[in-house]
């Protein structure tokens, strides 16, 4: 299963569930069907598929268990459902689902932490890290996964120290930690690669490769690299990871000024996506090629893909850029007033650029952007301003990554205002 090889550990299942049956050993069948319901929950997460036959399973294991009084199968199955619940809500963002994948998580820790450090133990302190990454309580996902990695390591348990590891890299990342980020990712790589190649290697080696071209823009090595990780997640039949390589690839691409070519990328990953029946990357990846077309000089095709976008999922950073797909390219007059409707999306320093440049209001537009997080929409910015606003936009740029920085000197750098001969 590691491997991604589903069919195979489920057909290996099934020999055993028909031995368990004619032997009437109803906690082997527990113990095999929650296998498989296992099985069956990771191949949807990578590979799509039918939910019902994987809800089945674990329903079947989780009453087994009940009847047998076997704690330690309980809380494997209770945490199993969980992770159900959280794969259905990676498809739906729905709080609801977040929430109800919450509550197996928390009562399967609850089971498990009597008996002290175990695999079990570790897992159940990762998903209950995963709950609290998904809702940016990063302080709180940190202790989490920590004490995941903790135990993991205790217990010699490489799986999951892999993965605690990996996001613990990632909050590394998310606080500009360069260097911590990259020795975590290393050594999360090092683990997946212990446990043989599978989607967990693919999930490591992305994580790497962005963090390196982030930090050096060099998309010269980066485009073979991303291939290659691209190839492997096709390889392992992890279509989620087939989206999430070719976006990077998008990324990359749309640095290097090449369109057409971030485009494709950015269409693969949504069909990726979509053949799985999950959305979570489907509306950012319209909100990237919208945004391609318009730094392209083409808002009608930025606000049909806006529209696709939105019937995915609504957000605030979408719908101010359909304002300003339909209005086209910003002419400068003087900023309008948010109203009191539109203060909660206001808070989003990306929401208020896109605003203001619907508006017409290229400084205020360019200010905002300064503090927002994403590269597009200030340089849309900038360029609306003109050559004033290569020198703040650049020094932004930096403060994102080197690969921004780049981008940025390569595009703006002949715009800079100059102050010397002719």
Same mark, same amino acid.
């Given at each position: 299963?590691?491997?991604?090889?589903?069919?195979?550990?489920?057909?290996?299942?099934?020999?055993?569930?028909?031995?368990?049956?004619?032997?009437? &050993?109803? @906690?082997?069948?527990?113990?095999?069907?929650?296998?498989?319901?296992?099985?069956?929950?990771?191949?949807?997460?990578?590979?799509?598929?039918?939910?019902?036959?994987?809800?089945? &399973? +674990?329903?079947?294991?989780?009453?087994?268990?009940?009847?047998?009084?076997?704690?330690?199968?309980?809380?494997?199955?209770?945490?199993?459902?969980?992770?159900?619940?959280?794969?259905?809500?990676?498809?739906?963002?729905?709080?609801?689902?977040?929430?109800?994948?919450?509550?197996?998580?928390?009562?399967?820790?609850?089971?498990?932490?009597?008996?002290?450090?175990?695999?079990?133990?570790?897992?159940?302190?990762?998903?209950?890290?995963?709950?609290?990454?998904?809702?940016?309580?990063?302080?709180?996902?940190?202790?989490?996964?920590?004490?995941?990695?903790?135990?993991?390591?205790?217990?010699?348990?490489?799986?999951?120290?892999?993965?605690?590891?990996?996001?613990?890299?990632?909050?590394?990342?998310?606080?500009?930690?360069?260097?911590?980020?990259?020795?975590?990712?290393?050594?999360?790589?090092?683990?997946?690669?212990?446990?043989?190649?599978?989607?967990?290697?693919?999930?490591?080696?992305?994580?790497?490769?962005?963090?390196?071209?982030?930090?050096?823009?060099?998309?010269?090595?980066?485009?073979?690299? +991303?291939?290659?990780?691209?190839?492997?997640?096709?390889?392992?039949?992890?279509?989620?990871?087939?989206?999430?390589?070719?976006?990077?690839?998008?990324?990359?691409?749309?640095?290097?000024?090449?369109?057409?070519?971030?485009?494709?990328?950015?269409?693969?990953?949504?069909?990726?996506?979509?053949?799985?029946?999950?959305?979570?990357?489907?509306?950012?990846?319209?909100?990237?090629?919208?945004?391609?077309?318009?730094?392209?000089?083409?808002?009608?095709?930025?606000?049909?893909? @806006?529209?696709?976008?939105?019937?995915?999922?609504?957000?605030?950073?979408?719908?101010?850029?359909?304002?300003?797909?339909?209005?086209?390219?910003?002419?400068?007059?003087?900023?309008?007033?948010?109203?009191?409707?539109?203060?909660?999306?206001?808070?989003?320093?990306?929401?208020?650029?896109?605003?203001?440049?619907?508006?017409?209001?290229?400084?205020?537009?360019?200010?905002?952007?300064?503090?927002? &997080?994403?590269?597009?929409?200030?340089? +849309?910015?900038?360029?609306?301003?003109?050559?004033?606003?290569?020198?703040?936009?650049?020094?932004?740029?930096?403060?994102?990554?080197?690969?921004?920085?780049?981008?940025?000197?390569?595009? +703006?750098?002949?715009?800079?205002?100059?102050?010397?001969?002719?």
């Amino acid at each position: 299963m590691l491997r991604g090889r589903w069919a195979e550990a489920i057909a290996l299942v099934e020999r055993g569930l028909a031995d368990a049956r004619a032997r009437r &050993d109803g @906690v082997a069948e527990a113990r095999l069907r929650l296998r498989r319901g296992r099985a069956r929950v990771d191949e949807i997460r990578h590979h799509g598929g039918d939910p019902a036959p994987a809800l089945a &399973d +674990l329903e079947a294991a989780h009453a087994g268990a009940l009847a047998a009084a076997d704690p330690r199968l309980l809380a494997d199955c209770v945490d199993a459902l969980g992770m159900r619940r959280f794969v259905q809500w990676f498809a739906t963002r729905a709080p609801a689902d977040l929430a109800a994948a919450e509550q197996p998580f928390r009562e399967a820790l609850a089971l498990r932490a009597p008996a002290g450090d175990s695999a079990g133990l570790a897992e159940s302190w990762f998903h209950v890290g995963l709950i609290h990454q998904m809702r940016d309580e990063r302080a709180a996902a940190g202790e989490a996964f920590t004490r995941a990695r903790e135990i993991a390591t205790r217990v010699d348990d490489p799986l999951s120290r892999a993965h605690a590891v990996r996001h613990l890299a990632y909050l590394a990342e998310l606080r500009g930690d360069g260097a911590a980020a990259e020795a975590m990712y290393r050594e999360s790589l090092a683990l997946f690669v212990r446990l043989g190649p599978g989607p967990g290697v693919v999930a490591a080696q992305l994580a790497l490769a962005e963090l390196r071209y982030a930090r050096d823009g060099d998309a010269a090595r980066a485009l073979p690299v +991303l291939t290659r990780i691209l190839d492997d997640a096709a390889a392992v039949q992890s279509a989620a990871y087939v989206a999430l390589a070719s976006a990077a690839l998008a990324r990359v691409h749309r640095d290097a000024g090449q369109a057409d070519a971030a485009r494709r990328r950015l269409v693969a990953a949504i069909a990726a996506m979509t053949a799985i029946d999950r959305d979570d990357g489907v509306p950012e990846a319209y909100e990237q090629l919208a945004l391609i077309d318009l730094l392209e000089g083409d808002p009608a095709a930025a606000e049909v893909d @806006v529209e696709h976008g939105l019937a995915s999922q609504r957000s605030p950073r979408l719908e101010a850029l359909l304002a300003l797909a339909r209005r086209g390219h910003p002419t400068p007059r003087p900023s309008a007033t948010a109203s009191a409707s539109d203060a909660p999306a206001a808070e989003d320093p990306v929401v208020r650029a896109r605003r203001a440049l619907a508006a017409g209001d290229a400084e205020a537009a360019l200010a905002a952007a300064i503090a927002g &997080d994403d590269p597009d929409t200030l340089l +849309l910015a900038a360029r609306a301003v003109g050559p004033a606003a290569a020198a703040r936009a650049i020094t932004a740029a930096a403060a994102m990554s080197r690969a921004q920085e780049r981008r940025f000197e390569r595009v +703006l750098a002949a715009a800079r205002p100059s102050h010397g001969r002719p």
